[in-house]
């Protein structure tokens, strides 16, 4: 019995946030940097900032990196230290030691929010910087260090309140249980915070002031990390009011010190990533949590570890490419996650894929306002010959809009300027879909790098066999070798279902211990790390009961002790 299913995926989404391309430019780590607007990062030389953890960026709405931080110095677009750019209250071994925050409807200010390292008492600040000031180089103005809360933890996120203009920015306070959120608007920074008490008491040990907060792109959700105490804390979020509601806590139940450090939402907001250090054994994980499963109990337990390595995986960030980017620290490259929508481990976590030049990543990597990233869900690859479908989703009214498909040899089916376009790709391989478009009078481009697969083969497999006291499969035995390459990425699922939507698939693949005596196993195939390009085949498993023994063309199956001689051509 042998089926074959070819299923692929036809339609391409994307979607698309205004201010998106002030993420562009990252600085971190020893004089490590990256840069986005090619659509892919590239390594950024000449970052002059040297930080274990906490820094901030920020470019401006065409992608040119403006100012960056690491809560005590900053520096310009130049890579010089800013007017009155020292002395600032942060510090760069706190977790989260600055975010930069512009001020609504200003081309020209900018906040700087610093906070202080294990509860010092520098707290959590704010400093102002004008960049027409130096040439238009920018300085920090004498609205610098101001004070608004002392003890504080570790923590600084934002994200965009519901009018979409105004920047609620979030931390916690230290000895006590309350998130302090304070609202951005044109008027400036409102030193009146809104105060959510809820959630668990942070005190005590102040190690346990460590670990990232983090809002979600869709501005429903709120991640809380405490380190030592290795658990991470999952809220509502409300927009309007700045209110943190309904916690979910998930622990680590595991003793590594310090456990969970950063985390990071999936662009669709509807999985958490959470990165797990042990110092003890060296070893490092990211965890997944699908936080769209209805009980608390249920989120807890879809926890998944999808990456792992010898060292320690830091901060996690999502990028304007839609995919999430790790921190690997004492390396001079990253790791990346390069379909975080996907759940469970064809998220497809791989360590080592950004190149740094020779600069060293370390702990930290740079926070923006989260909701900058709400419209970044990445294309799905399609198969070639497939009419690719392209969405468009702003949050407000656009006057204009240009695609470049990167595709020259289609003609004048090139381009378009519908919202919605289709295009036939005229061959497999890597397209740079170019994004222009005009919002609230503002030119902005985006760039996308999409990937064209040629439609992967339906596997023919034999069925394999197993006694009826063993009752164990090693699935991939049952693939050719010429597919067990890094050129084709394989799973193994129970349900047609559940290979169509790429969920559930089988971890223990290599000791499958089969549901019943005759079970047909599902394996999708796709070319490559990035491709949801996949066929589905189908394999048979088949346990006997007792051993059949005709010729010299034997399955040898061991029980008890005893060698069975099974007939595979008979069962």
Not at 64 to 89: E, F
Not at 110 to 118: C, G, K, L, P, S
Not at 323 to 346: L, Q, W
Not at 409 to 421: C, E, K, Q, Y
């Amino acid at each position: 019995m042998k089926k074959q299913i070819l299923y692929t995926t036809v339609m391409l989404c994307i979607t698309i946030c205004f201010s998106q391309n002030e993420t562009a430019n990252w600085t971190f780590g020893e004089n490590a940097g990256l840069n986005f607007n090619s659509g892919y990062p590239l390594p950024l030389g000449a970052s002059q900032l040297n930080t274990t953890e906490g820094c901030a960026s920020m470019s401006d709405t065409s992608g040119n990196l403006i100012i960056y931080s690491d809560g005590s110095t900053v520096w310009n677009k130049n890579h010089d230290i800013m007017t009155n750019g020292l002395d600032l209250l942060g510090n760069d071994s706190s977790t989260q030691s600055a975010i930069i925050i512009p001020k609504p409807n200003s081309d020209t200010i900018y906040y700087i929010f610093t906070v202080d390292d294990r509860a010092g008492s520098n707290g959590l600040r704010f400093s102002e910087v004008d960049l027409s000031l130096s040439g238009g180089l920018g300085a920090v103005t004498a609205n610098k260090n101001i004070l608004l809360e002392s003890p504080i933890t570790e923590k600084l996120t934002a994200v965009e309140a519901s009018n979409g203009e105004d920047i609620w920015v979030i931390s916690h306070r230290w000895e006590s249980n309350e998130f302090v959120s304070y609202l951005v608007s044109d008027l400036g920074v409102s030193t009146t915070p809104v105060v959510s008490g809820i959630g668990t008491y942070y005190g005590g040990d102040i190690n346990q002031t460590i670990g990232y907060l983090k809002a979600s792109p869709n501005r429903e959700k709120v991640a809380s990390v405490v380190s030592y105490v290795s658990q991470v804390e999952v809220f509502d979020f409300n927009a309007l009011t700045g209110q943190l509601t309904n916690p979910v806590y998930i622990p680590n139940l595991s003793t590594n010190n310090p456990g969970f450090y950063g985390c990071e939402f999936s662009p669709d907001s509807q999985l958490l990533y959470v990165s797990e250090l042990n110092y003890d054994t060296n070893l490092s994980f990211i965890h997944q949590y699908n936080l769209g499963l209805n009980s608390a109990s249920s989120i807890i337990a879809s926890d998944v570890i999808v990456g792992q390595r010898t060292g320690s995986f830091g901060a996690l960030q999502q990028a304007l490419d839609g995919k999430i980017y790790v921190a690997e620290f004492d390396r001079t490259s990253m790791a990346v996650i390069t379909d975080p929508n996907t759940i469970g481990v064809d998220c497809n976590v791989l360590s080592g894929f950004v190149n740094l030049n020779d600069k060293i990543c370390q702990l930290g990597l740079p926070p923006f306002i989260q909701s900058y990233f709400y419209a970044t869900n990445i294309f799905n690859n399609t198969c070639f010959g497939d009419v690719t479908e392209f969405y468009t989703e702003f949050s407000t009214s656009i006057d204009a809009i240009q695609w470049d498909f990167g595709d020259p040899a289609s003609g004048i089916n090139n381009t378009s300027t519908l919202l919605n376009p289709t295009h036939v790709f005229s061959s497999y391989g890597t397209f740079n879909v170019t994004i222009n478009f005009v919002v609230d009078g503002q030119n902005q481009t985006l760039y996308r790098s999409l990937t064209i697969t040629d439609k992967p083969p339906v596997l023919t497999l034999d069925p394999l066999y197993s006694c009826e006291t063993d009752n164990l499969f090693n699935l991939q035995n049952a693939i050719p070798s010429s597919y067990l390459s890094p050129d084709y990425n394989i799973a193994y699922f129970e349900t047609l279902e559940d290979a169509q939507q790429k969920e559930n698939n089988i971890v223990n693949f290599s000791n499958y211990d089969a549901t019943s005596t005759n079970q047909t196993i599902y394996i999708t195939l796709s070319n490559g790390t990035f491709s949801d390009c996949f066929s589905i085949s189908t394999l048979d498993l088949v346990t006997v009961s007792a051993p059949i023994v005709a010729d010299e063309d034997v399955f040898l199956c061991k029980i008890q002790s005893q060698i069975l001689l099974l007939l595979m051509s008979d069962i």
